[in-house]
């Protein structure tokens, strides 16, 4: 239970994943294709041109990672092994429901996880190039890119068009519009909305396969939001104001976002993947749409990338449009890449921009809680 501000048809994380799950059953009875995705760098257009639902796959969940670690090792990222763990034991409906999956060469753990994976299902796995700007690197994720175009269509027996791959783009620029509005609420002062919404929406929305159904969804809740902010919020005094960045959340919503609120601070903005980081940089419809996709997938500020610049620019320009207080670093336990960047990145807050930083290094577990809520609450009063 949570005693912050909510609206009334609120769902939380698990509730929306139990009736998605309800949802994903009668779709896959109707005959509809499914894709199960994990990140950021999928090129959903393709799926979406494919006429195929792409869907999130479960990758949380404490109780799943006993069953991953027959398999894995135990210092693994919380986030493979739950991913892992709930599809060895059908414990993730989309996974279950899904005809195959899409998968990048992220993180090392990743992409050597997704070979046991492929033991349970076809999953295609796209090769990601170590770095954005090295030689060859867009040519050589371009292939990739079409590479999962042919492997759709082979999967399928069908033939994508360069007209169904435009169509694509526009729904999804559309939809990246709608969703980046609803994160920039957490621009004004004082929110009118909780991170811990803005995280369980955002995350919950990725099983809702209707994309017109989530514009519509989001366009409604930014409006309704606004209003508020107006009527009630503008004018008055705000709360310590705080930017999460680093891994994503959607395993610690309530761990980690939710307690920061019930300490008293509100979450403003996300600089990881369960924030704007992709939705800020919509794709080119202008040029040919392989080359559009490829290029705009590439620009992806994952700490994957050597070197990654421009996840400290996005996190600059973040602290600013937010009027943030301090930033909040999440490190999922045993994801080196974060953990690595986390240096500059403490440097670049506390010495550039002068802001109180702290990273919290935790798993999926609830043994930590009470530390973590002892750090958090400190950090919150220096703010
Ligand atoms: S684009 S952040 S969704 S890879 S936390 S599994 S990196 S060890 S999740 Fe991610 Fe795509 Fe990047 Fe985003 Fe590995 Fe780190 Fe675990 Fe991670």
């Not at 027959?70 to 599809?87: D, E, F, H, M, V």
Request: proline share 5%.
């Amino acid at each position: 239970m949570t005693n912050l501000k909510l609206p009334e048809d609120f769902e939380t994380y698990p509730e929306a994943r139990k009736n998605a799950f309800l949802k994903m059953k009668e779709l896959k009875e109707s005959g509809r294709r499914i894709v199960g995705v994990f990140c950021t760098y999928t090129p959903w257009e393709l799926i979406e041109a494919a006429d195929a639902a792409a869907v999130v796959l479960c990758g949380i969940g404490d109780d799943n990672i006993p069953i991953a670690e027959t398999r894995l090792p135990q210092n693994l990222c919380p986030l493979i092994k739950a991913s892992y763990g709930a599809a060895l034991a059908d414990r993730c409906p989309f996974f279950y429901f899904s005809d195959m999956v899409l998968a990048e060469t992220t993180c090392d753990g990743k992409k050597k996880m997704y070979e046991l994976m492929s033991e349970l299902k076809h999953c295609h796995i796209m090769q990601l190039p170590p770095g954005k700007t090295g030689r060859g690197a867009l040519e050589f994720w371009k292939q990739e890119v079409i590479s999962v175009k042919e492997d759709l269509e082979d999967f399928y027996h069908i033939r994508i068009t360069d007209e169904q791959i435009r169509k694509a783009i526009h729904l999804r620029n559309r939809e990246r519009k709608a969703v980046l509005d609803f994160f920039e609420i957490g621009r004004l002062k004082p929110t009118p909305i909780t991170g811990y919404e803005i995280n369980t929406v955002i995350s919950s929305n990725e099983f809702t396969v209707d994309l017109e159904e989530k514009i519509k969804y989001l366009e409604h809740r930014t409006a309704e939001l606004k209003e508020l902010y107006e009527k009630e919020y503008k004018g008055k005094p705000s709360r310590p104001r705080v930017l999460i960045t680093g891994c994503p959340t959607t395993g610690v919503i309530d761990k980690i976002v939710r307690q920061i609120e019930e300490l008293g601070a509100d979450v403003v903005g996300f600089e990881n993947c369960c924030g704007p980081r992709e939705k800020k940089d919509p794709i080119d419809e202008t040029k040919d749409p392989i080359t559009a996709i490829a290029e705009k997938y590439l620009r992806v500020n994952c700490s994957v990338m050597s070197p990654n610049p421009g996840r400290l620019e996005a996190l600059d320009a973040q602290i600013d449009e937010y009027k943030v207080d301090g930033v909040v670093e999440v490190l999922l336990q045993a994801c080196h890449t974060f953990a690595i960047e986390s240096d500059a990145i403490r440097t670049f807050v506390t010495k550039e921009k002068g802001l109180p930083y702290i990273a919290i290094n935790t798993d999926y577990s609830s043994g930590d809680q009470a530390q973590i809520n002892t750090r958090l609450g400190a950090f919150i009063e220096m703010l």
